[in-house]
């Protein structure tokens, strides 16, 4: 008896589990993890991390924040997200663009690098992790089919010129205002090209030369002779932290920073960070609101779309709306933490599943990279010159840029061709705030316009099969008195006139038509402003002297117009199952 109640309580544990795994899905990849992920997770992860280092010093300075303030926020916030992420492969940290996002939404309250400054930055990621937990909680997960493609690639291409010539001061050494205004930097850059530091350019243009060459030539020069993937990685994919040794060493040797002006990084703590707590502050939540919300959706359309992307490769999924909980748990960790909003970056995941990680035990061994870094490796940055960072963040974000999905668009579909543009003009011209809700608009009112000229086919029968095509692209036969119509959408407030429009003109142009079928085998809802203009459309219709008919009504749709009395009122020998057995009915009247 003791036995059996011992072997129950054991088989509930893993039902137990399974159902907090839901919630918690470390449970799910650390109750399955194998011995052979293992390899691949530390090689991923101390590639990842050497990547990070860099890169979240560099994300940062975008920020207006001291570059400690982006390690600290590569650490907790990657082990929160190991914790709660549906992926298995993003690297969540600092990214460029909402490093943008967060000084354009700041520098106009606060000057840089200053305690207020960073305590505006810290109020920003509690805003954006609460509101990313509270859609995720309320499952809104679908607000990502809001903002088509082309408006999501038209608008990171702007921002990654943005955030490329925000870099070229320090690539040139040049002393600027800071501003969000593309075009206003342009002017600052032209005016202040004759100042510059050619020892700071030289450095930067050395920098971009290495991470050109290096990751793309040499990567492929050693493939080709049969290098194996866990020489060509570190070579290929540690070049950013090549750069920063390569570089600090230089400046320290030769004392660049006092003998040639070199802007260099300076002091960085030393030391894990401190707890922090954002001061609540009314007025500053009112101002930073609109910038919360349009961080917190670009950051989890960067992080999403990839993580889906990759996802697919191995054959996993990822929940949006968990999604959004484990991002947001993330972003409110890194307040707590004297970070700055985070999300998953592409480049950063990309490289994580390129090092064969498989599974976020990857992401809490870059973690640590970044914690003994932050403990021990400080000091050594104080010689780092700032012109190497901005060279490593200008070739992460020229990989964002997608000119070649324009042309596609603009063979495939003008409409959605114009909305890449929009949203690219938006962000160049406004700002980057702006430009996300010009896109936005854009794409909504695109689907608006889409949808209100639903395409409208005369049908009639193929041959003598049951099979109704259009009269304009097959050889079919019709029925003199009989008018069939096929409408490819479902019809709401937004297309019904035109569709009524339609069918009036068409029975007005065929004196001969005594009965209009309706096809409805590709609707599959019909609104109540719809219903009410059918109701127009019938009575119009007898007054000419013609009857109404349906065919091939969905069910879900037949239920309603039952329900609201529709069915009873048209007559019920009005709707047909069929096309074919509609008109082999209205043939013979």
Same mark, same amino acid.
């Given at each position: 008896?003791?036995?059996?109640? =011992?072997?129950?309580?054991?088989?509930?544990?893993? #039902?137990?589990?399974?159902?907090?795994?839901?919630?918690?899905?470390?449970?799910?990849?650390?109750?399955?993890? *194998?011995?052979?992920?293992?390899?691949?997770?530390? =090689?991923?992860?101390?590639? +990842?991390?050497?990547?990070?280092?860099?890169?979240?010093?560099?994300?940062?300075?975008?920020?207006?924040?001291?570059?400690?303030?982006?390690?600290?926020?590569?650490?907790?916030?990657?082990? @929160?997200?190991?914790?709660?992420? =549906?992926?298995?492969?993003?690297?969540?940290?600092?990214?460029?663009?909402?490093?943008?996002?967060?000084?354009?939404?700041?520098?106009?309250?606060?000057?840089?690098?200053?305690?207020?400054?960073?305590?505006?930055?810290?109020?920003?990621?509690?805003?954006?992790?609460?509101?990313?937990?509270?859609?995720?909680?309320?499952?809104?997960?679908?607000?990502?089919?809001?903002?088509?493609?082309?408006?999501?690639?038209?608008?990171?291409?702007?921002?990654?010129?943005? /955030?490329?010539?925000?870099?070229?001061?320090?690539?040139?050494?040049?002393?600027?205002?800071?501003?969000?205004?593309?075009?206003?930097?342009?002017?600052?850059?032209?005016?202040?090209?004759?100042?510059? #530091?050619?020892?700071?350019?030289?450095?930067?243009?050395?920098?971009?030369?290495?991470?050109?060459?290096?990751?793309?030539?040499?990567?492929?020069?050693?493939?080709?002779?049969?290098?194996?993937?866990?020489?060509?990685?570190?070579? =290929?994919?540690?070049?950013?932290?090549?750069?920063?040794?390569?570089?600090?060493?230089?400046?320290?040797?030769?004392?660049?920073?006092?003998?040639?002006?070199?802007?260099?990084?300076?002091?960085?703590?030393?030391?894990?960070?401190?707890?922090?707590?954002?001061?609540?502050?009314?007025?500053?939540?009112?101002?930073?609101?609109?910038?919360?919300?349009?961080?917190?959706?670009?950051?989890?359309?960067?992080?999403?779309?990839?993580?889906?992307?990759?996802?697919?490769?191995?054959?996993?999924? $990822?929940?949006?709306?968990?999604?959004? /909980?484990?991002?947001?748990?993330? #972003?409110?960790?890194?307040?707590?933490?004297?970070?700055?909003?985070?999300? !998953?970056?592409?480049?950063?995941?990309?490289?994580?599943?390129?090092?064969?990680? #498989?599974?976020?035990?990857?992401?809490?061994?870059?973690?640590?990279?970044?914690?003994?870094?932050?403990?021990?490796?400080?000091?050594?940055?104080?010689?780092?010159? *700032?012109?190497?960072?901005?060279?490593?963040?200008?070739?992460? +974000?020229?990989?964002?840029?997608?000119?070649?999905?324009?042309?596609?668009?603009?063979?495939?579909?003008?409409?959605?061709?114009?909305?890449?543009?929009?949203?690219?003009?938006?962000?160049?011209?406004?700002?980057?705030?702006? %430009?996300?809700?010009?896109?936005?608009?854009?794409?909504?009112?695109?689907? &608006?316009?889409?949808?209100?000229?639903?395409?409208?086919? $005369? @049908?009639?029968?193929? %041959?003598?099969?049951?099979?109704?095509?259009?009269?304009?692209?097959?050889?079919?036969?019709?029925?003199?008195? $009989?008018?069939?119509?096929?409408?490819?959408?479902?019809?709401?407030?937004?297309?019904?006139?035109?569709?009524?429009?339609? &069918?009036?003109?068409?029975?007005?142009?065929?004196?001969?038509?005594?009965?209009?079928?309706?096809?409805?085998?590709?609707?599959?809802?019909?609104?109540?402003?719809?219903?009410?203009?059918?109701?127009?459309?019938?009575?119009?219709?007898?007054?000419? !002297?013609?009857?109404?008919?349906?065919?091939?009504?969905?069910?879900?749709?037949?239920?309603?117009?039952?329900?609201?009395?529709?069915?009873?009122?048209?007559?019920?020998?009005?709707?047909?199952?069929?096309?074919?057995?509609?008109?082999?009915?209205?043939?013979?009247?």
């Amino acid at each position: 008896m003791f036995n059996h109640k =011992t072997q129950v309580v054991r088989s509930q544990i893993p #039902n137990q589990f399974h159902r907090w795994s839901h919630f918690l899905p470390i449970l799910d990849w650390g109750l399955h993890y *194998q011995p052979e992920y293992l390899a691949g997770d530390v =090689t991923a992860g101390i590639v +990842v991390g050497t990547v990070l280092i860099p890169q979240a010093m560099a994300y940062a300075l975008l920020a207006g924040l001291p570059p400690e303030i982006g390690l600290y926020a590569s650490i907790l916030p990657t082990i @929160v997200y190991a914790f709660l992420g =549906t992926s298995r492969l993003i690297s969540v940290a600092p990214v460029a663009l909402d490093s943008l996002m967060v000084a354009a939404a700041i520098t106009p309250l606060a000057a840089n690098n200053t305690s207020q400054y960073l305590g505006l930055a810290l109020l920003l990621a509690l805003m954006i992790g609460i509101i990313e937990i509270l859609m995720g909680i309320l499952r809104l997960g679908f607000l990502v089919n809001f903002l088509s493609q082309a408006v999501i690639s038209g608008f990171i291409s702007a921002a990654a010129i943005v /955030i490329g010539f925000s870099q070229v001061k320090h690539l040139l050494g040049l002393k600027i205002p800071q501003t969000e205004s593309f075009l206003q930097l342009l002017n600052y850059l032209a005016q202040g090209i004759h100042r510059i #530091n050619w020892i700071t350019c030289t450095l930067g243009a050395v920098s971009i030369f290495l991470l050109v060459y290096l990751p793309k030539l040499l990567d492929k020069q050693l493939k080709e002779r049969g290098f194996p993937e866990l020489v060509i990685i570190p070579l =290929t994919k540690g070049v950013p932290l090549l750069i920063v040794i390569g570089s600090s060493l230089l400046v320290w040797l030769f004392h660049l920073d006092r003998v040639a002006g070199v802007k260099v990084v300076g002091d960085i703590p030393k030391g894990l960070p401190s707890f922090s707590f954002p001061v609540i502050d009314s007025h500053a939540i009112a101002t930073l609101i609109p910038a919360a919300f349009a961080i917190s959706f670009v950051g989890f359309m960067e992080a999403y779309s990839v993580g889906k992307f990759l996802a697919s490769k191995r054959r996993q999924q $990822v929940d949006a709306d968990r999604e959004f /909980i484990a991002l947001g748990a993330a #972003n409110i960790s890194a307040a707590f933490t004297s970070g700055y909003p985070v999300t !998953g970056g592409l480049s950063r995941s990309s490289v994580n599943f390129s090092a064969n990680a #498989n599974t976020p035990l990857a992401s809490i061994i870059t973690a640590s990279i970044i914690a003994l870094t932050v403990i021990f490796l400080t000091p050594l940055f104080y010689f780092l010159p *700032q012109a190497s960072l901005a060279a490593i963040i200008i070739m992460a +974000v020229s990989n964002l840029l997608d000119f070649r999905m324009l042309k596609r668009l603009w063979a495939y579909n003008r409409a959605d061709a114009i909305a890449w543009m929009t949203a690219f003009m938006a962000v160049l011209v406004t700002s980057v705030e702006k %430009g996300i809700l010009v896109g936005a608009a854009m794409s909504i009112l695109l689907h &608006l316009w889409r949808t209100s000229k639903p395409h409208i086919a $005369v @049908v009639g029968r193929l %041959g003598d099969t049951e099979h109704f095509r259009n009269v304009l692209r097959y050889p079919v036969k019709t029925c003199p008195h $009989v008018l069939a119509v096929r409408v490819d959408a479902s019809l709401y407030f937004v297309n019904t006139k035109y569709l009524e429009d339609y &069918l009036l003109k068409a029975v007005s142009d065929r004196p001969e038509v005594k009965y209009l079928l309706l096809v409805c085998s590709a609707v599959n809802s019909i609104d109540g402003s719809a219903l009410e203009t059918l109701k127009s459309l019938i009575v119009d219709l007898k007054t000419m !002297g013609v009857e109404f008919y349906m065919s091939e009504v969905k069910g879900p749709v037949m239920d309603g117009l039952t329900k609201i009395g529709f069915v009873d009122e048209l007559g019920k020998d009005h709707i047909f199952l069929t096309t074919d057995l509609a008109m082999r009915c209205l043939e013979c009247v």
